[in-house]
Each structure stands twice: as C-alpha cells, then as structure tokens.
C-alpha cells in the first residue's frame, strides 16, 4: 500500500470512529518537525552530541553528582523554550474538538500539546515547564531555570531546583500510569505516533489496548509493528498534514 493510501486509510478509520473513542500516544518524534531533535536516531540529540550515553546524561545519579554539568547539558541540548506546535499537534486537537480524541499519552516534556490547545494531556515524564525547589518545593518557571547561572537555586530558601521531568533511574507516576492505561484500555482507536516504543514502562501501555484500530506512524519499526492494523513510515507532521 502506498503512503498516499495509508494515510487515505486513516483518514477514513478516523471519519468513522465513535465520539470519544480514539486515544493518541506519542513521542519524540512528534515534535520534530517543530524543530526539536528526538533522541536516538541518526540526527538525534545523543549521536550528535552526546559524550556518554543518554541514560547516564539525564540521570537521576547524574544530576546528584553533578549539577552543573546536567543543567549545562540540559538548557543547551534539552530545552527549546521557543519551539512551536507542528501539523501533528493542531490536529490532534481539532480531533479533540471535534469530539472524536478523547486523550493524548505523551512521553514529551516540551508541553507543545498545550502549547496547540489540547486539553486532556497525560505528560508520562513531566514537563520542562514545571520546576520546583528540592527543600522547600517552591515552584519555578522554566524561565527561571533558563536564566539562572550554573545550577539554578531557589528565591526563597536557596535549595536546589529541578525539573519536575521524570530522569533515566527515577520512577513513573503510578497514579497517572493507571489512568493512562485506562484511557487505552477503553479505546477503540489507538493512534501511536513519533515513538520507537523502546522506553519501559511507558511502552508497555500499549498491552491494555483491546479495541478495533491499531495505528503505528514512525520512521523506524517499533516491536509492536506485527499486532497494528495500520503501520506508516512517515513523519507524523506530514501523514497530519490535512
């Protein structure tokens, strides 16, 4: 099948779909095409840049040990405070509008789904536009983290803030990992974007969908490949682009 009739396909499986009943998960690749290198592929952050590997450089020990050099890496190659949403985001929440998505599961931090409009966002690993204080919890703008010198230190007390983004050896939310699931488990559409599905545990929220339409748009292959109804090797931005 060619990629005009994959995307013709979609088009029509989405026409089609019950209210409410079409639930998108994504990744780093979704916010490409707004000019935010994802991580692994051969333009990502990591090959390009990347003197250790990405679980060491955005680690919870690594930020432990040194600060400095996390939030050197992390403003310079993590952050891109003025990046705008892509096709991919403004459709999404047209088809949230139009009452057809009923949520977005996204392993991004860089909040470009809100940024877009859309309004029920699950954020697996946190956002860069959240940030708080270590000791006293005092929340921070990303701004602030941005603007600060070295390591950024609160106003109040002077503790250590942080991103409130989940690191490589730090836990996921289990409550919003349940309702997560709980949003696939009910679907009967399931739209899986810009995602290798390499990243555990949030690839693994893919096991508790049971509905009609698996749909799986990346440029590589992804290990759930074989149980999709629908796979297109595009960029997300341009299948989105109608």
């Given at each position: 099948m060619s990629a005009s009739n994959e995307v013709k396909l979609l088009r029509k499986q989405i026409s089609e779909a019950s209210p409410k009943s079409i639930v998108f998960f994504g990744g780093a690749g979704v916010s490409t095409a707004s000019g935010i290198p994802d991580f692994r592929s051969a333009e990502g952050i990591f090959t390009k840049y990347g003197h250790l590997?990405?679980?060491r450089l955005v680690s919870a020990s690594y930020f432990r040990k040194d600060p400095e050099g996390f939030f050197d890496f992390y403003r310079s190659k993590l952050v891109y405070a003025h990046a705008e949403p892509n096709a991919?985001?403004?459709k999404l929440v047209e088809l949230e509008r139009d009452g057809m998505l009923s949520a977005v599961v996204t392993q991004n931090v860089d909040g470009l789904h809100q940024k877009a409009g859309s309004?029920?966002?699950l954020e697996l690993h946190g956002s860069m536009h959240h940030n708080y204080c270590l000791s006293c919890k005092q929340t921070h703008s990303l701004a602030f983290v941005m603007q600060a010198e070295g390591v950024p230190h609160c106003e109040e007390c002077g503790?250590?803030?942080r991103p409130h983004v989940v690191l490589y050896e730090e836990a996921l939310d289990e409550a919003l990992l349940e309702r997560a699931a709980a949003l696939i488990a009910g679907a009967n559409m399931l739209i899986i974007g810009g995602t290798s599905?390499?990243?555990f545990p949030a690839a693994g929220l893919v096991r508790y969908f049971s509905g009609e339409h698996l749909v799986i748009i990346n440029h590589s292959s992804t290990p759930?490949?074989?149980f999709a109804d629908l796979c297109i090797r595009e960029d997300i931005a341009e299948?989105?682009?109608w």
């Open positions: 590997s990405p679980e991919a985001h403004l309004e029920n966002v503790g250590t803030v599905l390499a990243v759930q490949d074989s299948v989105f682009s």
